[in-house]
């Protein structure tokens, strides 16, 4: 049933819902907010539906309007002084069984979570996955140091084995750059509809198009250094040097729990820490993030700090490469809070994480708790490593409740990744909760935000229409 509201060309639908005993049984509602980029959470939603929910989709700028668009689907064009209370309206609508979201820390996704535990409703949170390229990362509440992991014990394994998962033979990296030209093309585009959105990056199109120029360039001009010098590590120095895994510089799971630690500091401290305290025959790896590679010239950056430190011939950069190669043949791993830490852990090397990390235990990092300058100056010599026993408790739990087989991006996996999802979410539902249905039948919804009236539209929203 629909109706017109008191703007022109607004359609408001909600469906009927009689307040009799016999009324009809409705279907659980998912709300998805801002996805990965590409058409994943257009996938997840026709996944969803098919698996008997009804999904709205929420836009925050033209990328997402771009691969979600028409029938439920709603754009919001608010600033994010705005998006609480403009959410808490429409929650009081009808309040939906889950919210989704892909990035627990960006500036629309912390409030709507903060909104969702106010009203009891679960979130599902997705990153990318914690063991990439085979897995995504799908947990309920938050990911990271916000992870559900984070709370349970790992003294023993799941009661049921972890299933066998599909290899992912693809090139992610190329398929995730290829859908990211075309959502950042449509959110620069859509920028005069969607006025208030903000995002989660601070960086415009004409300057993410330069730094992402550059770090192809970057790619081609040291591939045959980076090329030598990881052959030259693992086969003349192996078991003989550090690796440091440095982190894309704005992360947000960097800024947010990283507890003030930057790129630049930790290369600082690294290096400084390390010539004072390291056995003179080590060798340190300084190993930049291949998407902050044209961002950030972190190459001269750590030469000229092991020159200050008087190490230049011990200390190495290589800004591409498999890490976890260089882990494999290393003394250990240093990081802020960087998943190449569950690297470290699969293989059995000592690791230090100085900010707020995923796998913060005591079993997984003994002696740890100091962390900071003081765990790090103790850290090359003393090399602690994890219970092994707990690590793979931990991996167990990880897979269990934490990963999906699958990808964001890869359009042949697609489909299966999001029905793995949507039973994920579908086990979840507690059957007993009858869904809350607030809204009177045929009238409009006003979500007030500001000193203006939001306008409301579940179907469709063919072009994007700003709320003002």
């Not at 009804?54 to 600033?79: A, E, H, M, P, R």
């Not at 075309?182 to 198009?209: D, I, M, T």
């Not at 200050?308 to 890490?323: A, E, F, N, T, Y």
């Not at 897979?399 to 990744?417: K, P, W």
Request: glycine share 8%; proline share 6%; with cysteine.
């Amino acid at each position: 049933m629909g109706t017109k509201s008191d703007q022109p060309d607004v359609v408001v639908e909600f469906p009927f819902v009689p307040r009799e005993a016999s009324r009809p049984q409705v279907k659980p509602l998912v709300i998805l907010l801002q996805g990965p980029v590409g058409p994943f959470f257009k996938v997840l939603a026709s996944t969803l539906k098919a698996a008997g929910f009804d999904v709205l989709k929420i836009n925050f700028n033209g990328g997402d309007w771009l691969y979600s668009s028409g029938q439920d689907t709603l754009n919001f064009c608010g600033s994010t002084a705005d998006w609480a209370s403009w959410l808490e309206s429409l929650l009081e609508g009808r309040r939906p069984h889950a919210i989704a979201l892909f990035g627990d820390s960006r500036p629309y996704h912390k409030q709507a979570i903060g909104v969702a535990q106010r009203n009891g409703i679960r979130v599902l949170a997705f990153e990318e996955g914690y063991l990439r390229p085979d897995f995504i990362t799908c947990e309920w509440g938050g990911n990271n140091a916000l992870s559900p992991l984070r709370g349970q014990p790992l003294t023993q394994l799941p009661a049921e084995p972890v299933e066998t998962f599909q290899p992912i033979k693809a090139n992610l990296f190329r398929a995730m750059a290829g859908l990211a030209i075309g959502y950042y093309l449509a959110a620069a585009a859509g920028a005069v509809f969607f006025q208030g959105n903000l995002r989660h990056r601070k960086r415009s199109l004409w300057s993410e198009s330069v730094l992402w120029t550059r770090n192809y360039y970057r790619k081609l001009r040291y591939y045959a250094a980076n090329s030598r010098s990881m052959l030259d590590l693992i086969e003349n120095y192996e078991a003989r040097y550090f690796v440091v895994a440095l982190q894309v510089h704005d992360d947000q799971q960097l800024l947010r729990h990283g507890k003030g630690w930057t790129m630049e500091r930790l290369i600082i401290e690294s290096i400084s820490s390390f010539r004072r305290h390291a056995d003179p025959e080590h060798h340190l790896v300084i190993k930049v993030h291949p998407m902050d590679r044209g961002h950030k010239s972190y190459r001269s950056f750590v030469r000229d700090q092991a020159k200050l430190s008087d190490c230049g011939d011990r200390v190495h950069v290589i800004d591409d490469g498999s890490i976890g190669l260089l882990i494999r043949h290393s003394l250990g791993l240093v990081t802020v809070n960087s998943t190449s830490g569950l690297l470290a852990l699969n293989h059995n090397k000592p690791l230090i994480a100085l900010g707020d990390a995923l796998y913060n235990y005591p079993a997984l990092l003994p002696d740890n708790g100091c962390a900071g300058r003081a765990g790090l100056d103790q850290f090359w010599r003393a090399r602690p490593s994890a219970v092994p026993e707990a690590v793979e408790a931990f991996k167990a739990r990880m897979r269990e409740s934490s990963l999906v087989n699958g990808s964001f991006y890869i359009r042949g996996v697609m489909e299966e990744t999001c029905r793995r999802i949507a039973k994920r979410i579908q086990e979840a539902r507690d059957v007993r909760e009858a869904p809350s249905i607030n809204v009177k039948p045929a009238l409009p919804v006003p979500l007030h935000y500001g000193t203006s009236t939001a306008r409301l539209s579940l179907v469709p929203a063919d072009k994007p229409e700003r709320f003002s």
